[in-house]
């Protein structure tokens, strides 16, 4: 899917023209806000979480890639807003 600047780009969302991209978990390196491919959930990452030289503060092991997809630049956009911009890419949601 082809992600366009008008679908996230207003005040709430802060976008940096990645929103819609899809990244293996143990590849997130930008704070925002992204929906987990795999239950639904809301995962939100600070900019602190993502600082240069800082461990990962959360690890999943599986037996194969872990996908989510970014929604927002913002970490702490309202969960409303959230759904909406998740549904606008038609992602499941369970938040």
């Known amino acids: 899917m ?21 990244y293996p978990f143990d590849q997130i390196n930008e704070a925002g806000t992204y929906v987990c491919q795999w239950n639904g959930h809301l995962l939100r990452v600070p900019p602190d979480g993502v600082a240069l030289g800082r461990s990962p503060t959360i690890n999943f092991v599986g037996p194969g890639p872990l996908y989510v997809t970014k929604i927002c630049d913002n970490p702490w956009i309202s969960l409303s807003k959230a759904r909406t911009l998740a549904a606008n890419y038609d992602l499941h949601v369970n938040f």
């Open 2 to 22: 082809e992600t366009t600047a008008t679908q996230c780009n207003n005040t709430e969302t802060m976008t940096t023209g990645r929103c819609g991209g899809v």
